[in-house]
């Protein structure tokens, strides 16, 4: 099974999504002429944005920066630490390089997702909901790619991504505690249960205070250890310059296995164009869809220039990853151990379990947004009660331990195949309805540029598409 799998994420990412995401990130970054690169800094100033939009007298409960907390909860996880050093194994350093091309090139992608998921989100309660499947509906009125992409983004980071955070946990407990992989899934299952039945507002208010944390305190240790090493940094630069390009190939194999982990590791890492941060996105109460499309943008950087650049660095420091014995997070155990001696294991045990335990909570929330998604727009699906009950105890329990005690490769693979499927959807739906957030973009540059410190937006100046606007009054 294991072998079939990896023969169609091969063909789906060797011949089709690598090529497609890459002119995807080019195409965006032209079209709102390098947003990522040029509006870095009010990105920065809208993490602390406080003008929130008033919807019948009432104010909205999730902030911006509680938005970018949980859209980075799922981003920073196993990802950073287990998913960076696959790729250095597999692929060789080089595999470094095209992780941040793709994370440089998909914060423009991130950019328009997010900004659709705000234009398209929908009242809920007393917050919003929204995402692909909602813009995909309302934008292109395709009911059928909208179910489709609901059912898959469920069942990828609801699923099949909670079980790949339970691996790496149990993984890296056992390297460095000795603990059995079925007592920590059990109870890691019990944490995830408690977590996810209190709903979006508790993955909130526990992801802001969280993830700022623990991504510091990694960020903190990584920087000190390439000081500690910095005589070999120009050396480490120029390894992992010249592996990319198939210059230097004394380990990783062909080019092009280089630039495949290189590019599946980044995108299943910052999941730029994959579809996921736009369900969150569009949780966030502000006055222009723009503002969490940066702020998502922002959420890219933040995780691959960033944490994932920490993990690689401390592993070419190291010289360990060239051990065939060492792969995933047994290999950033091993560097880091190498580094600062026996407080590296635990460490990063402790670190993985924060990382991906709030990821797995972020996971969950994906999942609850499309079933209700699923059930307020396909017929055929249960009651909503019983449906998220359903699928809270396998998000939280049952998957969750599955992955504890299932093979490291088994849990990638199946995640790379979900990732291929759910993200061939999202391209095509926000390719074709790109062209939206870029006259978002132009009016918020515009008013931007008038002396507007807040620009605001009324559906009716998209007025080809105000009907199909459900927010936005």
Same mark, same amino acid.
């Given at each position: 099974?294991?072998?079939?799998?990896? %023969?169609?994420n091969?063909?789906?990412w060797?011949?089709?999504? =690598?090529?497609?995401?890459v002119a995807?990130g080019f195409?965006?970054?032209?079209?709102?002429? /390098?947003?990522?690169f040029?509006?870095?800094?009010?990105?920065?100033r809208?993490?602390?944005?406080?003008?929130?939009?008033?919807?019948d007298?009432?104010?909205?409960h999730?902030?911006?920066?509680?938005?970018?907390?949980?859209?980075?909860?799922t981003?920073v996880g196993?990802g950073?630490?287990?998913?960076?050093?696959?790729?250095?194994?597999?692929?060789g350093?080089?595999?470094?390089?095209w992780?941040w091309v793709?994370?440089?090139?998909?914060s423009?992608?991130a950019?328009?997702?997010?900004?659709?998921?705000?234009?398209?989100k929908q009242?809920?309660?007393?917050?919003?909901?929204?995402?692909?499947? %909602? %813009?995909?509906?309302?934008?292109?009125?395709?009911r059928?790619?909208?179910?489709?992409?609901?059912?898959?983004i469920?069942?990828t980071?609801?699923?099949?991504?909670n079980?790949i955070?339970?691996?790496?946990?149990?993984g890296?407990?056992?390297e460095?505690?000795?603990w059995?992989?079925?007592?920590?899934?059990?109870?890691?299952s019990?944490?995830?249960?408690?977590?996810?039945?209190?709903?979006?507002h508790?993955?909130?208010n526990?992801?802001?205070?969280?993830?700022?944390?623990?991504?510091?305190g990694?960020?903190?240790l990584?920087?000190?250890?390439?000081?500690?090493?910095?005589?070999?940094?120009?050396?480490?630069?120029?390894?992992?310059?010249?592996?990319a390009?198939?210059?230097e190939?004394?380990?990783?194999?062909?080019l092009?296995?280089?630039?495949m982990?290189g590019?599946?590791?980044?995108?299943?890492s910052?999941?730029?164009?994959?579809?996921s941060?736009?369900?969150?996105?569009a949780?966030?109460?502000?006055?222009?869809?723009v503002?969490q499309g940066? =702020?998502?943008?922002?959420?890219?950087?933040?995780?691959?220039?960033?944490?994932?650049?920490c993990?690689a660095f401390v592993?070419l420091?190291? /010289?360990?990853?060239d051990?065939?014995?060492?792969k995933?997070i047994?290999?950033?155990?091993a560097?880091?151990?190498?580094?600062?001696?026996?407080?590296?294991?635990?460490?990063?045990?402790?670190?993985i379990?924060?990382?991906?335990?709030s990821s797995? =909570?972020?996971?969950?929330y994906?999942?609850?947004?499309?079933?209700?998604?699923?059930?307020?727009?396909a017929?055929?699906?249960?009651?909503?009660?019983?449906?998220?009950?359903i699928?809270?105890?396998?998000?939280?329990?049952?998957m969750?331990?599955?992955?504890?005690l299932?093979?490291?490769?088994?849990?990638?693979?199946?995640?790379?195949?979900?990732?291929?499927?759910l993200?061939a959807?999202n391209?095509v739906?926000?390719?074709?309805?790109?062209?939206?957030?870029?006259?978002?973009?132009?009016?918020?540059?515009?008013?931007k540029?008038? /002396?507007?410190?807040?620009?605001t937006?009324?559906?009716?100046?998209l007025s080809?598409i105000?009907?199909?606007?459900?927010?936005?009054?």
């Open positions: 099974m294991n072998e079939v799998i990896t %023969y169609i091969d063909a789906l060797g011949y089709l999504l =690598i090529g497609v995401l995807c195409w965006f970054t032209w079209k709102t002429r /390098g947003v990522q040029c509006m870095i800094g009010e990105m920065f809208l993490l602390t944005d406080s003008a929130t939009a008033d919807t007298g009432q104010k909205r999730i902030s911006s920066f509680q938005a970018f907390a949980v859209s980075v909860a981003r196993t950073n630490l287990a998913g960076v050093a696959t790729a250095i194994a597999i692929g350093p080089g595999a470094v390089f992780m793709i994370a440089l090139l998909g423009a992608t950019f328009v997702e997010s900004t659709l998921g705000q234009l398209f009242h809920h309660d007393e917050s919003f909901i929204g995402g692909p499947a %909602y %813009y995909i509906l309302r934008g292109l009125h395709c059928w790619l909208a179910v489709l992409f609901a059912v898959l469920t069942i980071f609801g699923l099949s991504y079980s955070q339970s691996n790496t946990i149990c890296a407990m056992q460095a505690f000795g059995n992989p079925v007592l920590v899934g059990v109870a890691l019990v944490m995830s249960l408690v977590i996810v039945f209190g709903g979006i508790r993955i909130a526990v992801s802001a205070v969280v993830v700022p944390l623990m991504a510091i990694y960020f903190v990584a920087l000190i250890i390439v000081i500690m090493n910095i005589q070999a940094v120009p050396h480490m630069l120029k390894v992992i310059v010249t592996s390009f198939g210059l190939q004394s380990v990783g194999g062909a092009g296995a280089t630039i982990n590019v599946k590791r980044g995108l299943f910052n999941e730029a164009g994959e579809g941060a736009p369900n969150v996105a949780t966030a109460t502000v006055t222009h869809p503002k940066l =702020i998502q943008a922002l959420g890219v950087f933040t995780d691959t220039l960033l944490v994932c650049s993990t592993i420091i190291s /010289g360990l990853y051990i065939p014995e060492l995933g047994a290999l950033t155990q560097a880091l151990s190498a580094e600062v001696g026996a407080f590296g294991p635990p460490f990063i045990a402790i670190a379990f924060l990382f991906a335990a797995i =909570i972020g996971n969950y994906y999942g609850e947004a499309n079933i209700r998604f699923l059930t307020s727009h017929s055929r699906f249960p009651h909503p009660s019983l449906l998220l009950t699928y809270r105890i396998f998000s939280g329990g049952v969750v331990m599955f992955g504890a299932v093979s490291l490769d088994l849990v990638w693979n199946l995640g790379d195949l979900c990732m291929a499927l993200t959807c391209l739906a926000i390719i074709a309805l790109g062209k939206y957030a870029f006259q978002l973009l132009d009016d918020y540059r515009c008013q540029r008038s /002396g507007i410190k807040e620009p937006f009324h559906r009716s100046q080809e105000e009907r199909d606007i459900d927010c936005w009054d």
